[in-house]
């Protein structure tokens, strides 16, 4: 059986497939033309469907989407489904990270808690739509720490392990993080 995943991002459909090993992922990325699909809803559950859709349209076999992002307290939980893009339209990780430095620079180390959440919706070989959501709590940190993950992980620190997430290697990172939970919660559910 085909696993499909509604994702172009390379480093997302190399942690899920880390995560659901042995299972073959598969995502548009093995598309011959991969549609352009616009996450144009207001929530992760709305972004996540649209992609999940997109994908079980062409395959017609089941397939997930996930929709994450990273939520700050200090910002009344933005940037939340806006982090891909928190520093403008045409931007890139480091860009986002300095942005999230700038605005928390003056925010006190109390004031810094934030989360990492992730919807996944499944869509069954019926075309029925099932939801799971994770987190992953933590606080923002200072600087960029660490080599490994994407995203925001450089500076999202995990205050019991005393590290950020990009210092974790990949292996302890699929199995704490937020994606890492949807994709158990997912898992039990299909009884794989």
Known sequence: ??????????????????????????????????????????????????????????????????????????????????????????????????????????????KRTARFRCVIIYIDGSGKSHEFVGTLEGKIGYEPLGKGGFGYDPIFMLPEKKCSVAQLSADEKNIISHRAYAVAKLKEYLKL
């Open 1 to 110: 059986m085909n696993f499909w995943v509604a994702t172009q991002n390379a480093h997302k459909v190399e942690e899920i497939s880390s995560i659901l090993a042995p299972i073959k992922v598969k995502s548009f990325l093995d598309l011959e033309n991969p549609p352009e699909v616009d996450e144009n809803g207001s929530t992760y559950s709305e972004n996540a469907y649209i992609k999940a859709k997109a994908l079980y349209d062409i395959v017609k076999e089941p397939v997930f989407a996930d929709d994450s992002g990273l939520e700050v307290d200090a910002l009344d939980g933005k940037p939340g489904i806006h982090s891909a893009r928190f520093s403008g339209p045409d931007t890139n990780h480091a860009r986002n990270v300095a942005k999230m430095l700038e605005v928390l620079k003056d925010v006190p180390d109390e």
